[in-house]
């Protein structure tokens, strides 16, 4: 009896102590698991601070910097974003001012500050989308036309990584920083082109080709050879403008100068009022194109180095050959002309600079200080337009030459950084020159119809040219203002006395009160 009764009490402790045990290492196992994921939470964290400290955002939120982002590639691109905005604010405005005569200066310059600034509004309502959407709005089977002319300035699309093109090609930047590098580009192409219509073209008239002109010429040559559009699924490139920019300002410039008619017959030459305004928009230029040409892999790369580099030695190659082209023409090197190749130089190494070597990189600025040298003064006069600097020459020319040369020179050790596989005619691929041309005739045809077309429509609603007395007095019958004060003691008294009879009649009509007190 006394056996029977302790086995239930015996089986009675065990199965407390087993009950006891599994509550204990399920307490055990559970706040194991607590700490474990505690303590990975923590090495996250760690982790994250850590990145943060690196990338020196530590005191910006999370979402401040995602995994996509390289601060390091979105610093440059801001950076050279402004370098490219100076070449035109106030870069190309004091080159222009300073190569047009004292009574243009103001003109001058206030067609390139509005340029800028006009490019910029339609560039968010619908540039940018129409030159670098995603997906393609127009497409001919695989080949891209036109991206979307749609405004881009919502928030979250601004924060997102960059996407563009039709094949929706990505950045490791913020679309907001994309969509300004790409803006200066677009802005300073109408800029230049204003070089082939100083002096004479009626400011109204400007104002209201600049925007329509970047819709429909700038935006769709830029997406067929910038974003991967069918100029480029062809296999043509563009580095960094020579085509996009240049070949489009300076055929815009020659169709606008045919559209708007020549200069009055005693103005049609040039003279370069200021030669320190000159050299000092040129040096902004200059030194301004390695954003220019820098900023064009999209970030801080190895092939970024190699374009600054190019671009500089290109430069001043083509410089000294134009300096020594003048020597041997007009006996004199001009401070003018040494501007003048600098600029044809940066030109033409635009579409080739992270393509070619330096060596070749030389050859392109010979060829850039000797042939569009040969343009301006041998073959424009023989057109009869009126093409006040030269922007045909400097720009068009030097464009294509540039274009052309890079499919020829294309050297695949250094173009494994940035397009591997593309290779130029003297590395045995000749296709590569073939469709340069094609597409230096793409844009050149393209270009000039619809700039010569869209001036001729606009004429129809308002005057292209400023009428001949305006343009007799220059900037005061234009602005109501003057570069040099004593220029205001060379206008006419009629001029003086007719702004002073405007002034009263504005401020009566301002305060009619004012008028019956004093009558």
């Known amino acids: 009896m006394i056996i029977q009764k302790a086995f239930p009490q015996t089986n009675l402790k065990l199965t407390l102590i087993l009950i006891s045990f599994s509550i204990l290492l399920i307490l055990s196992l559970h706040s194991y698991a607590q700490s474990s994921s505690n303590i990975t939470a923590e090495i996250q964290s760690l982790n994250q601070s850590i990145l943060a400290l690196e990338n020196h955002t530590a005191d910006y939120p999370s979402a401040a910097v995602p995994s996509w982002l390289d601060t390091g590639s979105n610093a440059w691109m801001l950076t050279a974003a402004t370098f490219v905005g100076l070449q035109s604010v106030p870069g190309v405005a004091l080159y222009y001012a300073g190569l047009s005569k004292k009574k243009y200066a103001v003109n001058s310059a206030l067609m390139v500050f509005y340029a800028f600034a006009a490019v910029l509004i339609v560039w968010m309502i619908a540039g940018y989308n129409a030159g670098f959407g995603y997906p393609a709005a127009i497409s001919i089977g695989k080949y891209g036309i036109l991206g979307y002319p749609l405004p881009a300035w919502l928030g979250h699309y601004e924060a997102s990584q960059t996407i563009y093109g039709p094949s929706g090609s990505p950045l490791d930047i913020p679309t907001s920083t994309y969509i300004f590098f790409q803006f200066v580009f677009a802005a300073i192409t109408p800029v230049l082109l204003a070089g082939g219509v100083l002096e004479r073209m009626n400011f109204k008239a400007w104002m209201i080709f600049v925007p329509f002109w970047s819709l429909l010429v700038y935006s769709p040559v830029a997406y067929w050879l910038f974003a991967g559009g069918w100029l480029n699924q062809l296999g043509a490139v563009d580095f960094s403008g020579g085509y996009v920019i240049h070949v489009d300002a300076g055929v815009g410039a020659l169709a606008a100068a045919l559209a708007v008619g020549p200069r009055l017959a005693s103005e049609r030459k040039l003279e370069a009022h200021s030669l320190p305004l000159v050299l000092a928009g040129a040096g902004l230029i200059w030194l301004g194109w390695d954003g220019f040409n820098g900023g064009d892999p999209g970030g801080a790369t190895i092939d970024a180095a190699i374009a600054v580099l190019n671009t500089n030695i290109a430069t001043a190659a083509s410089a000294i050959t134009w300096m020594l082209m003048d020597m041997a023409f007009f006996k004199k090197p001009t401070l003018v002309g040494a501007t003048s190749g600098a600029i044809t130089g940066l030109v033409a190494i635009t579409p080739a600079a992270g393509y070619v070597n330096g060596w070749e ?68 691929n000749w296709y590569q020159l073939g469709i340069q041309a094609l597409a230096a005739a793409v844009v050149f045809i393209y270009d000039f119809a619809i700039t010569f077309g869209l001036l001729k429509l606009i004429g129809l609603f308002i005057p292209l040219q400023a009428p001949p007395d305006t343009l007799a007095i220059g900037d005061y019958a234009m602005h109501g203002e003057v570069a040099y004060s004593e220029l205001l003691a060379t206008l006419p008294e009629s001029v003086v006395k007719k702004e002073e009879v405007t002034e009263e009649t504005t401020e009566e009509e301002k305060d009619p009160k004012e008028k019956g007190k004093k009558s």
């Open 361 to 428: 990189a030389i050859l392109i600025g010979i060829a850039s200080g000797s042939i569009p040298w040969i343009s301006l003064y041998k073959f424009e006069p023989r057109l009869k337009v009126d093409d006040t600097l030269g922007v045909f020459s400097t720009h068009g020319i030097a464009g294509i030459v540039g274009g052309l040369l890079t499919g020829v020179f294309a050297d695949p050790a250094v173009t494994k950084y940035i397009d591997p596989g593309l290779t130029g005619a003297l590395y045995g």
